[in-house]
């Protein structure tokens, strides 16, 4: 039996072709060049776009004065001969609608996705599940349409019921606010329940072995161990309405105002740039480098929302073995 151990190890290893290690470690030298090659041209995209929105920027605060800019509360730089450029109406008109969209959407993401975790049957879940992510992939152009032909005038209908008089107009925050939830909506959904399953089985079994409910387990076991991918979804939903051009842009309307009032229009940031880039405006003319300076205003709250929840998740990270 000792002498035969090596034939046989002999043979094995005699099967197959022999690598060749200078043809292993060229894969890998390539392999190691394409990924920091990747990595490299993410880098670099993100520093032309911070560029180019420096470059603009600079060149429309030459033209406009920066505390006129930053402090103003007038958004007029199309009609009339004086022209106005205070932010604040623009970034008013976003945080409206995208607290409309995470008031609607927030809660029923997370109160679906507890149910699609802990309450609903296998085969229930694998039917209702990937029928939420279809949501997401709809064009938000549909949802825009959506909401014109479908939320404002029920807006509009219900606004008559309740104080019998017409309350929405054609165009509201309201309307292209819930269009925007709706949107949202499978983001939360999705991720607050993949959150939620990832919590531990014996979490689960201990409060039950406590004398908990279901329902005790789910809202006072589960969910806290799931916040930090909770605080996930709700960042990722809520920066994603905040970036969101088509929905507003066709039901929100384009009166830049000051305003905390659902059911009036107002223009967000994003719809202003598409209004700007449709042609409303000369290429040369200060109210189009004003887009640029707007987009800036905009990559900044998305950068200090991204930065935010970061050191949210940090702080309520659970981590189990």
Avoid at 39 to 50: D, V, W
Wanted: glycine share 8%; charged share 15%.
């Amino acid at each position: 039996m000792s002498e035969a151990a090596p034939t046989e190890m002999t043979e094995v290893r005699g099967r197959g072709r022999p690598k060749s290690r200078v043809l292993e470690a060229s894969w890998d030298v390539l392999a190691r060049t394409a990924l920091l090659g990747c990595a490299c041209f993410s880098i670099l995209i993100t520093a032309l776009i911070i560029g180019i929105l420096a470059y603009e920027t600079s060149r429309f605060l030459a033209e406009v004065s920066v505390v006129d800019f930053l402090t103003g509360l007038e958004w007029n730089p199309l009609l009339g001969e004086e022209k106005h450029f205070g932010i604040w109406p623009l970034i008013a008109g976003t945080l409206l609608v995208t607290l409309v969209a995470a008031i609607f959407a927030l809660p029923i993401g997370l109160v679906t996705a507890i149910f699609l975790s802990e309450y609903a049957p296998a085969r229930l879940r694998s039917v209702l599940k990937p029928v939420l992510e279809v949501l997401a992939g709809i064009p938000t152009v549909v949802y825009g349409f959506f909401a014109v032909i479908v939320i404002t005038p029920s807006l509009q209908w219900l606004g008559k019921l309740v104080s019998g008089e017409a309350v929405f107009g054609p165009y509201s925050a309201a309307a292209a606010g819930i269009a925007v939830g709706i949107m949202i909506l499978p983001i939360v959904t999705s991720l607050s329940e993949d959150a939620i399953r990832a919590v531990p089985k014996g979490l689960r079994d201990g409060a039950f072995a406590l004398g908990s409910t279901r329902f005790d387990a789910s809202a006072k076991v589960v969910v806290p161990a799931a916040l930090s991918g909770i605080m996930a979804s709700y960042l990722l939903a809520i920066t994603r309405a905040v970036g969101e051009t088509m929905i507003v842009a066709l039901a929100a309307g384009g009166l830049a105002q000051l305003t905390i009032l659902p059911w009036e229009q107002v223009q967000t940031m994003t719809a202003y740039m598409v209004q700007i880039f449709l042609g409303d405006a000369p290429a040369t003319g200060v109210e189009f480098k004003s887009s640029f300076a707007v987009a800036g205003v905009l990559f900044l709250m998305t950068f200090l929302l991204t930065f935010t929840g970061y050191r949210i998740l940090a702080r309520f990270r659970e981590e189990y073995e």
